[in-house]
């Protein structure tokens, strides 16, 4: 039988120093965010993407900054050397945050087979495939393996379905990996909202059409990249050392359904 955690001192649980995360897409939106959030709390952070920023990832305070390596998650042998260099530089990994993803929309019945294979690629099969990468580096000393997703593969998608159907299968695939690596190495799912980024904008909007979203929310308002980034930060943490196999929701309660607001309407 597994030995039973020690305590956990609050104060000190979310200080990273001394340890090793890697967030891909770190270079702007979300993925930003979150690599600062985790370089706020003293860890040693690496990202990367196919093109360089235009300004360095950087903690709050501008005093450390991210490593990043050029890379394209969607290739094996790219996303193999991106975990070699992180674990040379520092010795260690400890957090994986499989943060890249998106897609345009498209309608379902249009969409090109090529067009969904490299959605499909860039929102679940990099996923597997780092976590892949990390396992050989995390299996003897544990870590924990943050999964990006997104309340499109909790829910009807329309225009989006290679999207949506990718997302959904990353559920799987943490539950899965949770039980294949546990307990060394702990997998969760962080299901993502409606959250405010530069990316968004264009498909949000901004101002009066962003409120209204917000008032479909429990929460009263979209999100923000650090209302994300901050429950990283706790579920990489030893606050949830018990956390591992399942799917934690991050979207401010989610959207109120469509057929309360047609009966106000009446």
């Known amino acids: 039988m597994p030995v039973v955690d020690s305590p956990v001192d609050p104060a000190s649980a979310l200080d ?3 340890q090793t995360v890697l967030v891909t897409g770190g270079t702007r939106g979300l993925g930003r965010v979150i690599c600062r959030t985790f370089l706020d709390a003293g ?3 690496v990202t990367c993407a196919r093109s360089a920023p235009d300004e360095p990832v950087t903690s709050s305070d501008g005093t450390c900054s991210a ?12 996303v193999g050397a991106v975990v070699t260099a992180a674990v040379e530089q520092t010795g260690r ?30 929102n679940l099969t990099s996923a597997l495939t780092f976590s892949q990468a990390a396992h050989r580096a995390m299996a003897d000393s544990g870590g924990v393996i943050l999964n990006i997703s997104s309340v499109s593969g909790t829910r009807t998608n329309p225009g989006g379905a290679a999207y949506g159907a990718a997302k959904a299968g990353l559920a799987n695939l943490g539950r899965t990996l949770a039980h294949e690596w546990g307990p060394a190495i702990r997998v969760v799912t962080v299901t993502v909202g409606m959250i405010v980024t530069d990316e968004a904008t264009a498909f949000y909007g901004d101002g009066g059409r962003r409120e209204a979203i917000g008032d479909l929310l ?14 990283c930060l706790v579920l990489a943490s030893p606050l949830a050392r018990w956390v591992t196999g399942t799917e934690v929701e991050v979207h401010g309660g989610d959207e109120r359904p469509g057929y309360i607001d047609a009966i106000r309407s009446d």
Request: net charge negative; glycine share 8%.
């Open 16 to 18: 990273f120093s001394g």
């Open 43 to 45: 860890a040693d952070v």
């Open 67 to 78: 490593t990043f390596f050029a890379a394209d998650v969607r290739d094996p042998d790219q």
């Open 93 to 122: 990994l400890d957090v994986l945050v499989n943060n890249a993803g998106g897609a345009p929309p498209a309608e379902s019945s249009t969409a090109s087979p090529n067009f969904n294979a490299k959605v499909i690629a860039l």
């Open 218 to 231: 429990a929460a009263g308002r979209m999100g923000e990249p650090e209302d994300v980034a901050d429950m």
